[in-house]
């Protein structure tokens, strides 16, 4: 069974910052790629970005590209979510989530972390 476990949420004032990890725990797997999602009241989930497991590359949500950067560490068992110049309406829950190799969708989620933004 694979964990995931979301740190480095908070309060911020717009236009601060923040990095969110999701770290990976359990048994091995073959992933495609590790996401991360937010939710905010009363909204839907809403995708944020993603970092392909080979090869490294990522993808935004037209919403947050140039303000946030995923990454992850050389062992691949962490991923990073920077996020920059948060605005007011980035406030949500944030889950990471993985689709293990065989899944057609992300399989795996974390319990999520709250990034509230001050106005």
């Known amino acids: 069974q694979v964990q995931l476990a979301e740190s480095g949420g908070g309060l911020v004032q717009a236009g601060g910052s923040l990095r969110l990890s999701c770290a990976a725990s359990?048994?091995?797997?073959?992933?495609?790629?590790t996401a991360w999602f937010r939710q905010a009241p009363g909204k839907e989930r809403e995708f944020v970005g993603h970092?392909?497991?080979?090869?490294?590359?990522?993808y935004y949500a037209d919403s947050v590209r140039g303000r946030f950067t995923i990454s992850r560490n050389r062992a691949q068992t962490t991923v990073y979510l920077q996020m920059n110049n948060l605005k007011p309406e980035d406030t949500a829950v944030y889950y990471c989530?993985?689709?293990?190799?065989?899944?057609?969708?992300?399989?795996?989620w974390g319990q999520g972390t709250q990034v509230t933004v001050s106005s």
């Open positions: 989530a993985i689709q293990s190799v065989g899944s057609s969708s992300y399989n795996y």
């Open positions: 970092i392909r497991s080979s090869g490294g590359s990522t």
């Open positions: 359990g048994r091995p797997f073959a992933s495609y790629a």
